[in-house]
């Protein structure tokens, strides 16, 4: 079983709505939670990281927040836009291994 | 920040010939790195880990033989695919760690065995 486990695994939304993804996880013990954004034929690029004491964490139109006692993170991306298209993957650190969520591929549409 | 320059950004080879995918830390020197696969739709996978100086570390059921990881400087790791074929076809990409505790993708290698 997954370590970390993402939902939904697909989501399309229109251009300017926004939405969340969620990332539960059992990794432990826990160093640090990033979620990146992978374009299609692209490497990962981290939005943001966080540690075990941090609640939320902000990049631009995208927000996360993790609840470390119910091991739950989540990204909120505000007013999307077309080019928030892509896979939007959680990463998990034990502090020696990342543990990747398989990812939720988002489409905005016009 | 720190960069990570993976090359050949795509490569097309014929079965049964050998390529070689380079992954160069540009800003940092990068003491541990990182090769996954990744299929259509599918998340990450890890195939090994490289450490400068020593030998790669490779996840179970991935042939070492097959998949040539040389981490000679700090800067520098390759991936070689030995005797390429058409199942090998894959997004390869590496990452290096940064302290502290964060990870630094290059933007993959797109691989076509014909």
């Known amino acids: 079983k997954n370590q970390v486990e993402q939902s939904p695994q697909s989501l399309i939304i229109l251009e300017g709505k926004n939405c969340t993804l969620q990332c539960n996880y059992t990794v432990s013990p826990f160093s640090n939670l990033r979620w990146y954004k992978q374009d299609t034929g692209r490497g990962p690029v981290s939005l943001t990281i966080m540690t075990f004491s941090e609640n939320t964490k902000s990049n631009g139109r995208y927000t996360a927040t993790l609840d470390a006692d119910t091991k739950q993170s989540s990204l909120h991306i505000t007013a999307s836009q077309l080019s928030d298209s892509a896979s939007y993957i959680c990463?998990?650190?034990?502090?020696?291994?990342?543990?990747f969520g398989a990812g939720t591929r988002l489409t905005v549409k016009p | 920040g720190a960069v990570v320059s993976q090359h050949p950004s795509w490569v097309i080879c014929k079965s049964g010939t050998s390529v070689k995918i380079e992954c160069r830390s540009l800003?940092?020197?990068?003491?541990?790195m990182f090769w996954y696969r990744q299929f259509p739709k599918q998340s990450l996978m890890l195939m090994a880990t490289s450490n400068e100086g020593s030998k790669a570390t490779y996840e179970q059921g991935v042939e070492k033989d097959k998949f040539l990881i040389n981490h000679a400087s700090l800067t520098l790791s390759t991936l070689t695919v030995t005797s390429a074929h058409p199942e090998d076809s894959s997004f390869y990409i590496c990452?290096?760690?940064?302290?502290?505790?964060?990870?630094?993708f290059g933007s993959g290698t797109r691989l076509t065995v014909v």
């Open positions: 990452s290096a760690r940064v302290l502290p505790g964060g990870y630094t």
């Open positions: 990463v998990v650190s034990d502090g020696n291994d990342m543990r």
């Open positions: 800003d940092f020197q990068a003491t541990t």
